[in-house]
């Protein structure tokens, strides 16, 4: 998809820019030689909260699948803490040659994994962590391929981005989305631009509507959690 911005427009001239929106397969692709490390350390006191609130959700020494695993650092370390079995996933060819060195892989994306019967009732713990669901296409696809793998008692757990949040976005920009969301007028309404260096793609950052309707896709809520992208610190539970 390309993106077309108007720079200058007069009776004599006209310049457009053609602006390269990447899929999100090739948006870390070009990051897979350690180009997330500094949007890493940014959001590390998150990225730990998250960490530790999936540890103590996590069953014991189980048969794990990490969802959107990039170069696999985390989900190892998780795994190490868990002691599971674990096998990565993810839908980008260079983060896919990174992860076979660590273990079993699988590549593509976990909503195609729905269709794969030898996959069935496999796993004792799913994680989707990283806002992984934004780079998908649909939470509920998602949700349906992970109730096929996980075994009957199994978890998931996910990491979800909400765009009515505030603290992280301030008020005018949710205050928009809001309006958007109500007027209902965009259909590509809760997309956004995510930008690393040169590189850019779209992300959609959920609300908490939405994830709160995947009560009614046959799941029980063990647990929600708010935790502050900055700090790291869980407002709410």
Known sequence: ARSISIVTVNELKLEVILEKILTSAEFFGKLSNGGLADYYHLRRKYRQTVDDIALTFSPENPVHLDVGSA????????????????????NCPEMVKILKTLGETIEGNIEDLFFKEELFDIFDLITCLGNVVGHSRSIHLVVESCKKLLKPGGVLIMDVHNRHNVKAYGWKSVTR?????????????????????????????????????????????????????????????
């Open 71 to 90: 170069e696999g650092n985390r989900a190892t370390r998780l795994s190490y803490s868990l002691n599971s079995q674990i096998t990565f996933c993810d």
């Open 177 to 237: 989305n809001y309006l958007k969301d109500n007027l209902n007028y965009d259909y590509g309404t809760g997309y956004f631009p995510c930008q690393i260096g040169e590189n850019k793609t779209l992300v959609k950052i959920h609300t908490e509507a939405e994830v709160e309707v995947l009560k009614f896709d046959g799941l029980k809520l063990s647990g929600k959690y708010y935790v502050n992208y900055e700090t790291g610190n869980i407002v709410k539970n």
